[in-house]
């Protein structure tokens, strides 16, 4: 079994900064990459950035330059570094760990931008 658990969600206002954390535990060894999800309320969730193993990233066009996501070595542990927030950035955020070919989730973390 897998467990993530977020942490690091809350209220910033437009422009400011939050840093989401993931700590994972249970059977995690070769984990083949890690992300954050969001999900809007009336909208599907979607990916927002992810990263490999290897250390190779991928993001949301909407999200390029404002967020970095990043790892420990031991990939136990995913963050995502929020800059420049916008209010189209509310959602709740949630963790994801894939490894062999079964996707993990975490239970969400509220992200609320606003002034």
């Known amino acids: 079994q897998v467990q993530l658990v977020e942490s690091g969600g809350g209220l910033v206002q437009p422009g400011g900064s939050l840093r989401l954390s993931c700590a994972a535990s249970g059977s995690i060894f070769r984990i083949d990459a890690m992300g954050w999800y969001r999900q809007a309320p009336g909208k599907q969730r979607e990916l927002v950035a992810s990263?490999?193993?290897?250390?190779?990233?991928n993001y949301a066009d909407s999200v390029k330059g404002r967020f970095t996501i990043s790892r420990d070595n031991a990939m136990k542990t995913a963050y995502l570094q929020m800059n420049s927030l916008k209010p189209e950035d509310t959602a709740v955020y949630y963790c994801n760990l894939h490894r062999d070919g079964m996707d993990y989730w975490g239970q969400g973390t509220q992200v609320t931008v606003s002034s």
């Open positions: 990263i490999t193993r290897t250390g190779r990233t």
